[in-house]
């Protein structure tokens, strides 16, 4: 049932509920990142097998993507937050039962079919609630939830594998992802359709078909080129998720809990910081500069290139996790406008759909790094190590075409003058009207 968005305290409350489902939806697709010696040690799986489990997630969570945003903008966003979270919930716990390689990229797959749902819908949400004066700050603070998630996933999952069996990582959390269903069944309210944006826009107008709309989306320019940014930048982050643990454990030689959490730590705990900051600076210059939020993300973008060398080569344990803290930096900086810039390019009644699309062409083309990475350390001259490190480091040049990409976009933004100039106006009357 929907209600009438009040713009007070119940935007926060909302974003404080997604906050969390966002935080477990990480946890549970990071976990496994951090069991990747024992299942290799237990069930005898190759890096490229290992990093076959971890790109089935992204792919089948890419392939679902389209469809999850298109019915985001058609159906309840609520039902579809909470099916989705139910669902990769309870076949996160069902991995604890994988004992071959075909049921582990089953399961995994099924995880991503499930959590494909949610980005789209909860940003739409987030967006319905929160107008241009408060967006990137909703957005970017909601996307902190990913960097302490995959904390969560790879420190708290390798810490229950390491005293109860790597069974119970997956046990724990698919149980606490089911006690957070029940939250969101009992507390989480459906936004008015357009309640943040034009109505004549959002709701007079019967919505497209599928087809079409893909064929709207991706007629413009810069939308195109936002989600090639994310893809390559995606990419990077995807290798850092899946590769870093296994990359300091038979490095540095840690043990599979420290491995597990300084991997995710350093480089997390800097975007959860980053990101927010970068969210509510370019609320502030948005104001004034057409594009402030597209020009934060290309900054981060090239510096982080640098970062990911650095990370790749780094000798000793304390400069790799400095070169991991300014890669975080870096990555929450760009992170913290992924969907904020891209909705500057379309109508609110697109925003799940293209949201979709973006994780459709975002993690597709993420999928191929963690995958590269393992064949390029499974096989080729040198040492494992040594093909691991430089896979890594040549991966920053992805982060530079992200760059590139991005600020091709904002030249276009700047180009163009669209509805959003005159969406703003209204979103924000509406805003100080509510309050």
Known sequence: MSTKVPFNR???????????????????????????????????FTKAQLGLIGSAFMWVYAASAPFAGFAG?????????????????????????????????????????????????????????????????????????????????????ALLAERYGWQWAFYGFGGVGILVSLLLLLRLREPQRGASGVPSLSEKRELPGFFPTLRILLGQPGVLLLMLAFASANAVGSIFLIWAPTFLFEKFHLSLVAAGFSAVAAIQLASAVSAPLSGVIADKLSMNLRGARMMIQAVGLIAGSFCVVAVAWAPTMESLLAAMICFGLCKGTYDAGIFASLFEFVEPSQRASVAGLMNFIGWGGGAIGPLMVGLFSTYGSGTAMERMSGSIAWSGAAYLLAATLVIGSFRIYRRMPHFSAISAGVEDRCSMEER
């Not at 939806?25 to 496994?32: G, P």
Request: net charge positive.
């Open 73 to 157: 903008d058609r159906l309840s966003r609520k039902g579809l937050i909470l099916g989705g979270c139910l669902f990769w919930s309870v076949m996160t716990g069902l991995t604890g039962w994988c004992g071959r390689l075909w049921q582990f990229v089953t399961a995994r797959a099924l995880i991503g079919l499930g959590e494909s749902v949610y980005f789209p819908s909860a940003t739409s949400m987030l967006s319905e609630y929160h107008g241009p004066r408060t967006r990137s700050t909703a957005l970017s603070f909601h996307q902190s939830a990913v960097y302490i998630g995959t904390i969560a996933g790879g420190g708290v999952g």
């Open 10 to 44: 119940e935007k926060w409350i909302v974003l404080g509920l997604l906050w969390l489902v966002c935080m477990l939806n990480y946890a549970d697709r990071q976990a496994i990142s951090s069991l990747f010696p024992l299942l290799e040690r237990d069930f005898g």
